[in-house]
Structures are given as C-alpha cells and as structure tokens.
C-alpha cells in the first residue's frame, strides 16, 4: 500500500491514501450489508419512513380504511346475527370479532415493524379464542348440551378448551425469548413449533368431531366452520411462510432495511384484503338463520339414548 509521507519539524506523520474526510454513503449497499442483515437490529419508526418516504402514508391510509369498512362490517353482521343466534349472542360477538382483529394486527405491522411478534401473538390469540366460542355456538345450534352425549362434550370441550389457553402461554414464551435476544428466539423456534402445532390440530380436531354430530341431528355448520378456519390457516401458515421467504429466496439488501420487512408489509397488506373478503363472506353467512336439514330427523339425539339406555338397564336389573 502506498503511504504519503509528510514532513514535519517533529516525528515523521504516515498516512493511508484511502483515507477520506468525506465520510461514506450510508444507504450504499456495501456500507448497509452488515446492517441489513443483523437480525438483532429491527428498524425503528423513524428509519422505516425515511426509507418508505411518501409511500407510507398512502399505505397507512388505504390500510386503515380497510380496518374501518372491516369494522362497519363486523357491527352490521353482528346485528343480523344476534336476529338468529339469540341463545349464543356473546359466542357470535367474539366469533365475528376475530376478522377486525387478525386485520388491525395486520396494520399494526404495516405502521411498526417492530410489533410484528406481538401482533402475530394477538391474531393467533383472537382465532384460538373464537374457536372455543364457535364450539359452543354450535352446541346452541343443536339444542344444548341436553341434546348431545354428555360424556362426548365434555372431553371434546376440553380438548378445544385447551387451544387458547396453550397457546397464550407458548406465546408468552417467545414474546420473553424474543425481548431478549433474536438470535435466541430464532434458535428456539424449532423446539416450539412441535407444541404449536399439536395444540392447534388437536383443538380443531374437536371442533370437527363436535360439527360432525351437529350434522347427525340436521345441522349445517360446516361453511361458518370454514370462514374460521381460513383465518387461521392465513394466521398461521401463510405468515409461518412469510418468515421463511427472506432466507429461502437469499433477497438482496439495497437499502438499510432487512428485506424481511419488505416481506411483512406485504404480508400484512395481503392480510387485511383477505379479512375484508372474508368479513364479506361472515356477512352472508350470519344474515341467514342456521339451516337445517329437513331430511334428517331432529329428534335424533346422541344423548340421551346412550345415557338414558344404560341408566334404565341398570333400574331394571336392580329392579330384577
């Protein structure tokens, strides 16, 4: 390396040619590799609109006018819901609540990057919740739980009791790692995932086998089923997939952002646009009272026949 030597009365000065008073560009990308690419550095407010610039604002705009038409959604359905589900009003409030929910979630994430754990905590949240309340919505729909095996309800109810409940505490878990090091929250997630996903298909297997014997006494509770389960699968495996793109597909970094931002805000754009078609779709589905299948005999009730036999069995041989 060639030096520039400067004479002087004192001790000779040697000093490197590179060496500039002009100080480097910051958002060149050989000056932004190290980091973009730190996962431990998320972008504050202040960084992420200077980078977005005037974009952000008609993000946020278009974005929260989508939560409030969600939200002028989730009142009118709500209203033609309690018309027919006068036995399950607070059920069918927090049912219908979960899409106004998953999408002010999802503009949070638009607004601050750095709420995205959390927000995804909320939205899981929400679902899990509103599952356990559509279990109950369909044990009105059947005619109670009089009407239905006891024995089979209560395990079944437990069994969707649990989804909630389970997966607050899995996510109290990571929100703690991921306050403490994102590094360790990453390295985690591997032995966490398991536990997710055992929860969640054991509780909506509950919830299956509890619509399967609504539809043994006329009842048609399958499609309301599917709206919910569309929310979570939006929930979980289309933002589980969000998180993998930046690593699978090696984005390059141009500015001072990670490119995992990038993704979630269109992530989170493409969420609340599925919640506003979804609330559509609750809104057609609630405004019509539950049917009924008029070719399946409503008297048929499980309960009954499989407590009261065995119980006049018994009063019988006593009797004997």
Known sequence: MDLLSEASNGPRVLTARHISDIPPEINHPINTTLLCHTYSLQPDFASYTAVLKSNAYVIWSLGLLVVLIICVLYVVTLRSALRHWKDSKTSAAIVLAVYPLVASAAFLVTVVPRACILAEAIAQEAVMVAMYHFYFMVIAECGGVNQLVRKSLTWLRYLVLQMPVIQAFIYVIIL???????????????????????????????????????????????PRFLALQLVLIIVK?????????????????????????????IQSIVMMLEMLLLSIWAYRLYSVPPGKDADRVQHIVVAVLEDSLSTSDKTKEDKS
Do not use: R
Request: glycine share 6%.
């Open 237 to 265: 495996l289309q933002w589980g997939i969000t998180k993998m793109l930046p690593g699978m597909l090696k984005l390059p970094c141009h500015t001072a952002l990670h490119p995992s931002v990038f993704v979630n805000l």
């Open 176 to 222: 703690i790692l991921w306050a403490e090091d994102m590094m360790l929250y990453l390295n985690s997630l591997i032995y966490i995932i398991p536990f997710v996903a055992a929860s969640i298909l054991s509780g909506v297997w509950g919830v299956i086998m509890c619509i399967k014997t609504a539809e043994a006494v006329g009842a048609k509770p399958k």
